[in-house]
């Protein structure tokens, strides 16, 4: 399973992105997918999870602004980010799991909020 991440850039403050996955082969079986991102100097943290039944989790500093979605007939993930802050900047990961392929990660994406 390979995962492709793209969607980053730069964005003022107060603005939004929106994040892409596309996941080789059928993403409608695969029990976790998800969005990490990681800012210099700090680990790697969940931002998002949507699981096979649809139910979504988000980190508490996303909560309200974040919301990760998968389209099943495109084999992809999206996030889309708004009300983006300073603290966002980060390189987001998407991530795929489940217990027949055990865990995947794409390549990341440069996401940057400055003004």
């Known amino acids: 399973v390979q995962l492709q991440a793209s969607g980053g850039g730069l964005v003022q403050p107060g603005g939004s992105l929106r994040l892409s996955c596309a996941v080789s082969?059928?993403?409608?079986?695969?029990?976790?997918l998800a969005w990490h991102r990681q800012a210099p100097g700090n680990q790697r943290e969940m931002v998002a999870t949507i699981f096979s039944g649809g139910t979504t989790k988000y980190a508490d500093s996303v909560k309200g602004r974040f919301t990760i979605s998968r389209d099943n007939a495109k084999n992809t993930i999206y996030l889309q980010m708004n009300s983006l802050k300073p603290e966002d900047t980060a390189v987001y990961y998407c991530?795929?799991?489940?217990?027949?392929?055990?865990?995947?990660w794409g390549q990341g994406t440069q996401v940057t909020v400055s003004s």
């Open positions: 991530y795929a799991f489940d217990l027949r392929m055990g865990a995947h």
């Open positions: 082969g059928s993403i409608s079986s695969i029990n976790v």
